[in-house]
């Protein structure tokens, strides 16, 4: 776990299943989810739709609870899978939080950064806005990354990441533009690979999967087993 200096004890936090990250409400960068972009995003419109309806879901669930985890909390959602970022007041009230979000349709996965903290300072909130202003601007002069595909909470620096890439260049290089910007103290990467992604396989285990594809193929073609056959 990270250790940060406005976090209750250790333990205490760790008993709760936070992560600790930071101690600041989320800014959060996410892809639109209309109109064009619907179009070039890599999880497919249909699947963004969903992801929409399931974030703006917990977010309804989470302000009738209580109306400060509107800002508080960030819920972003990637094929089902949550990343919960933000700051809520004690233990419990995280408590509460992962509860509501567990109990939202359609929810697979809960990547788990909420941590305790007290306050959102003011000067704190204008250095993780500006990091995220240079983040953003740096991965839309990336030509090869297509920025809709990626969702980005910056919190006490910290800068969170879910998304899907075309390849593992792509991961990679995403990741270090993420690092190489000025200011980011650590980067949590949630990226995934694209169901259509390039990866790059070792020669072996490329033969290996050939071997098998083959064996199948063989298995399919083979006559079928007349009850006769079995005497």
């Known amino acids: 776990m990270r250790r940060t200096s406005s976090l209750l004890s250790l333990a205490f936090v760790a008993a709760m299943g936070f992560t600790q990250s930071g101690c600041l409400a989320p800014l959060a960068l996410g892809a ?36 400060t985890y509107f800002t508080s ?6 094929h089902g899978n949550v990343l919960l970022t933000g700051i809520v007041p004690t233990a419990e009230a995280g408590g509460q939080v992962l509860d509501l979000t567990r109990r939202t349709p359609d929810v697979k996965n809960i990547y788990n950064e ?9 000067s704190r909130k204008a250095k993780d806005v500006w990091l995220a202003t240079k983040i953003k601007a740096r991965l839309f002069g990336e030509k090869s990354v297509y920025q809709v595909n990626y969702i980005l909470s910056v919190v006490n620096s910290h ?7 075309t390849s593992d260049e792509e991961h990679a290089h995403v990741v270090h533009v993420l690092r190489t910007t000025p200011g980011v103290a650590q980067v949590h990467d949630y990226i ?10 070792p020669p072996e285990e ?22 006769d056959d079995l005497n």
Not at 159 to 165: F, P, S, T
Request: hydrophobic residues 45%.
């Open 114 to 122: 909420l941590f305790v903290a007290p306050a959102y300072p003011a």
């Open 206 to 227: 490329a033969q290996a999967i050939e071997n098998q594809k083959r064996s199948l193929l063989d298995a399919t073609e083979a006559p079928p087993l007349l009850p």
């Open 159 to 165: 800068v969170y990441i879910l998304g899907l890439a």
């Open 192 to 201: 995934q690979l694209a169901p259509s992604a390039v990866v790059d396989v």
């Open 32 to 67: 639109v989810g209309t109109g064009t972009y619907l179009g070039v995003q890599e999880r497919g419109a249909k699947q963004a739709v969903t992801d929409s309806k399931i974030s703006l879901h917990i977010k309804k669930r989470l302000t009738e609870a209580d109306g």
């Open 73 to 78: 909390v960030s819920a972003d959602v990637l």
